[in-house]
């Protein structure tokens, strides 16, 4: 076998390649920027063809359906109604960060859901300080929807537990539901 030539040696070690490897490439490329070009779409001539088209393009098809409000359905378990419970309850943050539990429980009760199955903590510590946060439950079939907010949790958050041994949903003393 003859040994190598320079040039050969040195595009190896390099990664030039021969003037007829390059033409290939560069004939490859020249056809894919050719094939590109006639299948995008012509350029707009005007910022209102533009918007035309880009209105066009973003109404959406006759098979998208809107996204229906979620509702209460008490015919199925905690988890199917979470959504519903977090829309009720992130309702009444967006009007009131810093809302007290009755505005939870109020705006649940006028949703639908059964003010005999709630439970709230305090609003405020034993020595009337502001609680860092306030949870709220709604017993549900058989589970619990519970709710929570306030600084030191970093907003709402809510989740669907079992019922505790106790019969209840939130651990320790809550507050009487009486108004």
Same mark, same amino acid.
């Given at each position: 076998?003859?040994?190598?030539? $320079? @040039?050969?040696?040195?595009?190896?070690?390099?990664?030039?390649?021969?003037?007829?490897?390059?033409?290939?490439?560069?004939?490859?490329?020249? #056809?894919?920027?050719? !094939?590109?070009?006639?299948?995008?779409?012509?350029?707009?001539?005007?910022?209102?063809?533009?918007?035309?088209? =880009?209105?066009?393009? *973003?109404?959406?098809?006759?098979? *998208?359906?809107?996204?229906?409000?979620?509702?209460?359905?008490?015919?199925?378990? *905690?988890? &199917?109604? !979470?959504?519903?419970?977090?829309?009720?309850?992130? %309702? #009444?943050?967006? %009007?009131?960060?810093?809302?007290?539990? @009755? &505005?939870?429980?109020? *705006?649940?009760?006028?949703?639908?859901?059964?003010?005999?199955?709630?439970?709230?903590?305090?609003?405020?510590?034993?020595?009337?300080?502001?609680? $860092?946060?306030?949870?709220?439950?709604?017993?549900?079939?058989?589970?619990?929807?519970?709710?929570?907010?306030?600084?030191?949790?970093?907003?709402?958050?809510? =989740?669907?537990?079992?019922?505790? %041994?106790?019969?209840?949903?939130?651990?320790? =003393?809550?507050?009487?539901?009486?108004?």
């Amino acid at each position: 076998m003859p040994a190598p030539s $320079d @040039r050969e040696t040195r595009s190896r070690r390099t990664g030039i390649r021969s003037p007829r490897t390059g033409s290939a490439l560069l004939l490859g490329l020249a #056809v894919t920027v050719s !094939l590109a070009a006639c299948s995008a779409a012509p350029a707009a001539t005007s910022s209102s063809t533009a918007t035309a088209s =880009a209105s066009a393009s *973003a109404r959406p098809t006759a098979s *998208a359906a809107p996204i229906p409000a979620p509702q209460l359905q008490p015919e199925k378990d *905690a988890a &199917a109604n !979470l959504t519903y419970f977090d829309s009720v309850a992130t %309702a #009444v943050v967006t %009007a009131d960060e810093n809302a007290g539990g @009755r &505005a939870f429980v109020d *705006a649940l009760g006028a949703s639908g859901f059964d003010r005999a199955q709630m439970e709230v903590t305090f609003d405020e510590t034993n020595i009337d300080l502001p609680a $860092d946060s306030i949870q709220f439950s709604v017993r549900f079939n058989g589970e619990c929807l519970i709710g929570q907010n306030g600084p030191a949790t970093g907003g709402y958050h809510s =989740a669907v537990t079992a019922i505790l %041994a106790s019969g209840t949903c939130l651990v320790g =003393a809550t507050r009487q539901i009486d108004w």
